[in-house]
């Protein structure tokens, strides 16, 4: 299952408290301030990831806490540094500090997001002493952590998004064009969440659960509608088996205009599959029909490597045309 939408608590590390001591040893009864200064707390941290799937790991954990800072000794023994805390969420995850209405993106795997800063150190009273003060016996307790609650929401980063209505063939085609392996049946709605491939460097995402009325929430189709905002072209697949290929096109559009009217300007190629359950007839009538509306046409078959291959040769084209 894969989680898209998590509530997250964080909580940095908090400041060890300064150490207020002063030095008694063998010699001295009585000495001046040797109390050593707190550890800072740890950091929280979020880095990209490509595994889509790592927002799984808050689904049950709603809150993460890093480690506090060691306090500090006396001798002037400073107190540890917590160690700092990396998450690691998909790329393509936006996360909104809810107090501070703030909004941040993940979109590589190299840089850091600083969500919560850990608490510093307090001073030890060896920080005090003064020409006035020689003997200070107080010590400054460590900083709280930052504490913020974070909504986490993926919207996946693919460069191609397959999309049409249940059952057009789209998770067979993924399996065809790259190292995905989705469940693949003969029955609506096998695909239950988004699946993606790597075609070459080329990252393709199947979008799953679009039937009529899925922007106001009917079917899979409002939970998965956002994953297609960041695609760069679409291949709107439909089965040649059916009858009502124009009405079924027209569905999926209508839905996209429903629930964000940039995704009717991204570049789209229509792609009919199942070519070998229809005859040369109904094929050029199609093509025919959808080449009249400016449409960009390609059929294809698993049935028929070369037409794979030339969905494969088309498709790095327009990559590299945009």
């Given at each position: 299952?894969?989680?898209d ?60 806490v890093?480690?506090?800072?060691t306090?500090?000794g ?36 190299k840089r ?9 150190g ?22 709280k ?6 909504l ?14 249940p ?127 400016g ?28």
């Open positions: 299952m894969l989680i939408s998590v509530t997250l608590l964080v909580k940095a590390g908090d400041g060890g408290n300064g150490s207020s001591s002063l030095l008694h040893n063998g010699l001295t009864f009585k000495g001046g301030p040797d109390g050593g200064d707190g550890g800072n707390g740890g950091n929280i941290y979020l880095q990209g990831s490509t595994n889509i799937n790592d927002l799984r790991e808050f689904r049950f954990k709603k809150k993460i890093a480690q506090d800072g306090a500090g006396r001798q002037k023994l400073f107190g540890k540094n917590a160690p700092h805390l990396t998450l690691l969420v998909p790329l393509g995850t936006s996360i909104i500090d809810t107090a501070r209405k703030k909004n941040y993106e993940i979109t590589d795997t850091l997001l600083l969500v919560a800063k850990g608490g510093k307090g001073r030890g009273n060896t920080a005090f002493k003064s020409a006035t003060n020689q003997t200070p016996e107080y010590a400054e307790y460590g900083k952590g930052e504490e913020k609650k974070l986490l929401e993926l919207r996946l980063i693919a460069e191609i998004g397959l999309i049409g209505l059952n057009a063939g789209k998770s067979s085609i993924l399996s065809a064009l790259t190292n995905a392996n989705p469940k693949i049946a003969d029955y609506p709605f096998t695909t239950l969440e988004p699946n993606i491939g790597m075609m070459e460097n080329h990252p393709i995402a199947d979008i799953p659960g679009l039937i009529e009325g899925a922007a106001q929430g009917r079917g899979l189709g409002a939970r998965f509608l956002k994953h297609i905002e960041k695609t760069r072209i679409l291949i709107h697949c439909i089965e040649l088996t059916d009858n009502t290929i124009l009405e079924r096109y027209a569905t999926v559009r209508q839905e996209f205009e429903r629930f964000n009217k940039a995704l009717l300007e991204k570049s789209e190629i229509i792609l009919l599959t199942k070519t070998d359950l229809a005859s040369e007839k109904t094929i050029k009538k199609y093509k025919l029909l959808f080449e009249k509306r449409k960009q046409m390609l059929t294809c078959s698993l049935y028929d490597q070369k037409s794979i291959d030339a969905l494969h040769v088309e498709l790095n084209m327009l990559i590299e045309n945009i």
